[in-house]
C-alpha cells in the first residue's frame, strides 16, 4: 500500500466517523487503532518508560507503547511545518 493510500484511508475514516450519526466524537482509542491500522503507529513492545510520563508506564511492564512509524513522524513533521508556514 503506498502512503498516499494510508492518508487517504486515514481521512477517509476521520469523515466516516464525522458524518456519523448521531455524532458521538472520535474516541481516542479508536483514533489509535485506526492509525495503527493504515500505518501511522506501530506496537512496540516496552519493558521501561520510554520516556518521562510516557502513558505506557501506566499500565506496567511489560506494556504495548505506541510509537509514531517513519510515516508517522513524516506526517507530522510536515503538517507542523505547513501549519507554521500557513500562519507566518
Ligand atoms: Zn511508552
Redesign the pocket.
Known sequence: MTDEEKMTLLAGWLLDQRAAYPAEGIDGGDLQDALEKYGFLGEFK?TE??FDN???AEFGFPSS?YRQTGLGTQVRRAYQAMEKASRS
Do not use: I
Open positions: 516496552a518508560p520510554c510516557c502513558e505506557c507503547c
